[in-house]
C-alpha cells in the first residue's frame, strides 16, 4: 500500500523559514516524480513544486508564488522528500500536501501538514 | 496560463440522483491531462478520473468522465451518501504553473 506521511508543519512568524518532510513507503521512491501541492484554509488545491526521479535529472519546477523561496529535494536513500520554505509570507498558510506523480496526474496522496504563518 | 473553470460552484442533489459537474477551460487542453479528484473535510484529495475519462484503480463505475477540447464533465449516476464532497478538476501544461486546479464544486445534500 503507498503511503506518504507528511511532516514538519508548524506556526512561524512572517519572514521565517520551515521545512517538510514526507515519508514514502509501499512504492518505490526512487522512481517516482514527486510533487508538493497546498490547500489554504477553505481554499482550493495550488501546486506548489516538483522534482522528477534522479534517472530524469532529478529537476524541479516551481509554481510563480514560491519560485526563489521555496526549495523541493529528495533523499531516496531515505525515501523521503523535502520542502525547504524561505521568507515565508501570510499567504503561504496552507495545508501541504505531498502527492506522488503519475503521467499528468497526481495518484496518491499525503495527509497534509499544517503551515501557518502569522505574527 | 490555463484557467479551469468549474460549475457548478455547488450542487445540491439526493441520494439516487445524478450528479453533473463541468469543468471548462480557457483554451483547447489535450484530454490525456485532465484528471478528477474527490476531497472530503479534513481529507487529502483522491484521484477519480485521468486521462478525461479512465477511472482510477477503485474507483466505482457510477463515476464517469467524458469531454475534449475545453469542456469536461464528471457524472456520477446515482450518488451514494459518500459521494457528498467537494470535486476538482486538473490539467497538465507544458508551461509553469505545470498542474492546474479547478476551482471545485461542492456537491451537498439536499
Known amino acids: 500500500e503507498v503511503q506518504l506521511v507528511e511532516s514538519g508543519g508548524d506556526m512561524v512568524r512572517p519572514g521565517g523559514s520551515l521545512r517538510l518532510s514526507c515519508a514514502a513507503s509501499?512504492?518505490?521512491?526512487?522512481?517516482?516524480?514527486v510533487s508538493w501541492v497546498r490547500q489554504a484554509p477553505g481554499k482550493g488545491l495550488e501546486w506548489v513544486g516538483r522534482?522528477?526521479?534522479?534517472?530524469?535529472?532529478?529537476?524541479?519546477d516551481y509554481a510563480a508564488p514560491v519560485k526563489g523561496r521555496f526549495t523541493i529535494s529528495r533523499d531516496d536513500s531515505k525515501n523521503t522528500l523535502y520542502l525547504q520554505m524561505n521568507s515565508l509570507k501570510i499567504e503561504d498558510s496552507a495545508v501541504y500536501f505531498c502527492?506522488?506523480?503519475?503521467?499528468?496526474?497526481?495518484?496518491?496522496w499525503g495527509q497534509g501538514t499544517l503551515v501557518t504563518v502569522s505574527s | 496560463d490555463i484557467v479551469l473553470t468549474q460549475s457548478p460552484g455547488t450542487l445540491s442533489l439526493s441520494p439516487g440522483d445524478r450528479a453533473t459537474l463541468s469543468c471548462r477551460a480557457s483554451?483547447?487542453?489535450?484530454?490525456?491531462?485532465l484528471a478528477w479528484y474527490q476531497q472530503k473535510p479534513g481529507q487529502a484529495p483522491r484521484l477519480l478520473i485521468y486521462?478525461?475519462?479512465s477511472r482510477a484503480a477503485g474507483i466505482p463505475d457510477r463515476f464517469s468522465g467524458s469531454g475534449s477540447g475545453t469542456d469536461f464533465t464528471l457524472t456520477i449516476s446515482r450518488l451514494e451518501p459518500e459521494d457528498f464532497a467537494v470535486y476538482y478538476c486538473?490539467?497538465?501544461?507544458?508551461?509553469?504553473?505545470?498542474?492546474?486546479f479547478g476551482q471545485g464544486t461542492k456537491l451537498e445534500i439536499k
Open positions: 509501499g512504492f518505490t521512491f526512487s522512481n517516482a516524480w
Open positions: 483554451q483547447t487542453i489535450n484530454s490525456n491531462y
Open positions: 486521462g478525461a475519462s
Open positions: 486538473q490539467q497538465f501544461d507544458t508551461s509553469s504553473p505545470l498542474y492546474i
Open positions: 502527492a506522488k506523480n503519475k503521467l499528468y496526474h497526481f495518484d496518491n
Open positions: 522534482v522528477k526521479r534522479e534517472t530524469d535529472g532529478g529537476t524541479t
